[in-house]
């Protein structure tokens, strides 16, 4: 079923001052970063100087530069053109905005690993500039720079579309500054990932003990299962998951945990609707005999939730180190299958590394 309880869960969060909606630490290094003239990227090999007509444009936000990666790509780097009476409009927005319907980019480095590259044709990317030109190739590693909009600009003033040319005549330059270096392809892929699938939580139990996510440490892969009070008992799969944690007692390495979604810590909501589904929770999981951990819901834990997750019951492996491994999977499974996902997961993250080493 739809996950309908996430949105008003980080409702609750941010009411209570829980949730940071800012930019997260490598977020926040980026920008810095990219808003310098002498921009270094040598974590993934890169090094370049923005073109010196930028300036102006830049240190008024009429230029705009963010960092993002598609699935196949390790890094995108976009620069776009924001103009005066937009951006003034942004920074006087009493109500949410798409900032993306203010942008008309100017141009795009594609950093990707060389067997990746035909991923490039099929995505919208492509379609978005008409100039996409190989900069650079090393260590299986291609450095693409994309410009040439093909967009609409027709919403700009006739004044704005000369200074959008202007900028965009001299992306050339930007392409010339640029320098390259060996890195760690695996590596950094490997943490990018990790950044973005670690699963963290300080919450607690239904019966109200304290638990963090350094639990995963004491195990080399625990089964994380989602689920929540809304969909009992008519999707009644807890049983399912008790036959895959007693499988996962007798490995010894292995250990499972559910979240119930709908069931806020007591940091969050202390009401009486929210003990009250913390109680079903309760009667669910005794009348499946359940004896693995079921927490509620903390902030951290919406977030990674709504990432996701588009519908529960659903799970994830998740390793010693925290990290989600092998995919997310939604829909209900019977415990034989659940076993047969943890024996693969084994397989893949855990005894082929110790086979490695």
Do not use: H
């Amino acid at each position: 079923m739809k996950i309908k309880y996430i949105a008003l869960m980080l409702s609750a969060v941010m009411a209570f001052g829980t949730f940071t909606t800012g930019c997260s630490k490598q977020e926040s290094t980026e920008e810095n970063v990219l808003n310098s003239r002498e921009v270094d990227f040598s974590d993934i090999g890169l090094k370049y100087t923005t073109p010196e007509s930028w300036q102006d444009y830049t240190s008024t936000n009429n230029i705009y530069p963010y960092a993002y990666e598609e699935s196949y790509t390790i890094e995108n780097i976009r620069y776009n053109y924001i103009t005066p009476d937009d951006w003034e409009t942004i920074t006087s927005a009493t109500e949410t905005f798409v900032l993306n319907d203010y942008l008309y980019p100017i141009c795009e480095i594609v950093v990707i690993q060389t067997d990746n590259a035909s991923s490039l044709k099929s995505g919208g990317l492509y379609t978005t500039f008409s100039s996409r030109e190989l900069i650079y190739e090393n260590n299986g590693v291609s450095y693409y720079l994309f410009s040439d909009y093909v967009g609409s600009t027709r919403k700009m003033s006739t004044e704005d579309v000369e200074t959008y040319d202007e900028i965009c005549a001299v992306v050339d330059e930007l392409a010339e500054s640029m320098t390259f270096t060996d890195f760690d392809v695996d590596a950094y892929v490997e943490s990018k990932y990790a950044e973005k699938n670690t699963v963290t939580f300080s919450t607690e139990t239904l019966d109200g003990e304290e638990i963090d996510s350094s639990i995963f440490a004491e195990y080399d892969l625990t089964l994380f299962y989602i689920w929540g009070t809304y969909i009992y008992p008519d999707v009644d799969n807890l049983g399912a998951l008790e036959e895959a944690f007693e499988y996962a007692k007798e490995l010894g390495n292995v250990n499972v945990i559910g979240v119930c979604i709908d069931a806020p810590s007591s940091k969050l909501d202390t009401s009486s609707e929210a003990l009250e589904i913390v109680e079903t929770a309760k009667a669910a999981a005794e009348e499946a005999g359940v004896q693995f951990d079921i927490i509620k819901l903390d902030g951290n834990l919406a977030t990674f939730v709504q990432d996701n997750f588009e519908t529960i019951p659903a799970f994830t492996m998740v390793d010693s180190e925290g990290v989600a491994r092998g995919g997310y999977y939604e829909g209900i499974y019977g415990g034989e299958n659940y076993i047969t996902f943890i024996d693969a997961a084994l397989e893949q993250y855990v005894y082929t590394e110790d086979t490695a080493e």
